[in-house]
């Protein structure tokens, strides 16, 4: 069965500083790897997607991911971080079959601080 | 703009009263998710629809139930709610047209149980 791990539940971090995120899966077959974000009282957002070609992507707010398929990893990067960062991201994936279900990390709490 | 949008923001019901959670998305979307979202365990599916009047369990459907009579509308039922059932719950959609896509959230619904 499918499965993913967020690697840390709370990322502190200073303004402008850069961030990494780190998710990891596990799966036999090809997957299909999200990235969402989640601010406070709201549902959620889609940062970026994996689907096939560059294993480097970029989304939306500066963040990028990189799929590296031999430490079966999604790690989601951005350089500079700002206050409005401060969310909860989750790593989800999709084995592609099964009606676009996903399987969901436990989520990051990312906080920056002044 | 992809809209899906459920009936309450916030709600407070008693042990064993009967709870229906709505859920509505504009955009002719097959698929439709709820899941329920924990501090720590990240989401988790109850319940999935593929299509009108046809439903699938997830991970976690135990004291719930669904309906789904219109394409655009998907409801969640709690036949009588208990205490462990106060969560945040969030409805998702997706088409599962030219391969995998993501999924698009409502806003949310935090469920009270007393």
């Known amino acids: 069965a499918q499965s993913v791990t967020q690697l840390d539940s709370q990322v502190p971090v200073f303004e402008e500083a850069p961030v990494e995120l780190r998710c990891n899966y596990s799966s036999s077959v090809s997957v299909y790897l999200f990235w969402y974000v989640q601010y406070p009282n709201q549902g959620l957002q889609l940062l970026l997607k994996y689907l096939s070609g560059s294993t480097l992507v970029k989304g939306i707010n500066g963040f990028e991911a990189e799929f590296n398929k031999s430490q079966t990893s999604f790690h989601l990067r951005k350089p500079s971080v700002h206050i409005s960062d401060t969310a909860e991201y989750f790593c989800?994936?999709?084995?592609?079959?099964?009606?676009?279900?996903?399987?969901f990390g436990q989520g990051t709490e990312l906080s920056v601080k002044p | 703009d992809v809209k899906v949008t459920q009936s309450s923001r916030y709600l407070v019901k008693r042990t064993g009263e009967k709870v229906f959670l709505e859920c509505v998305q504009d955009?002719?979307?097959?698929?439709m998710f709820w899941y329920r979202q924990d501090p720590g365990l990240g989401l988790r599916l109850i319940y999935f629809?593929?299509?009108?009047?046809?439903?699938e369990k997830g991970d976690i459907p135990e004291g719930y139930s669904v309906s789904r009579e219109k394409k655009e509308r998907f409801s969640l039922i709690l036949e009588s709610a208990s205490t462990n059932q106060t969560s945040m719950y969030l409805c998702?959609?997706?088409?599962?047209?030219?391969?995998?896509?993501?999924?698009?959230f409502g806003p949310g619904t935090r469920l009270t149980v007393t």
């Open positions: 998702a959609s997706t088409t599962i047209g030219q391969g995998v896509r993501e999924q698009y």
């Open positions: 989800a994936v999709s084995e592609g079959l099964g009606g676009g279900k996903l399987i």
């Open positions: 955009m002719d979307h097959e698929n």
């Open positions: 629809s593929y299509d009108v009047k046809m439903k």
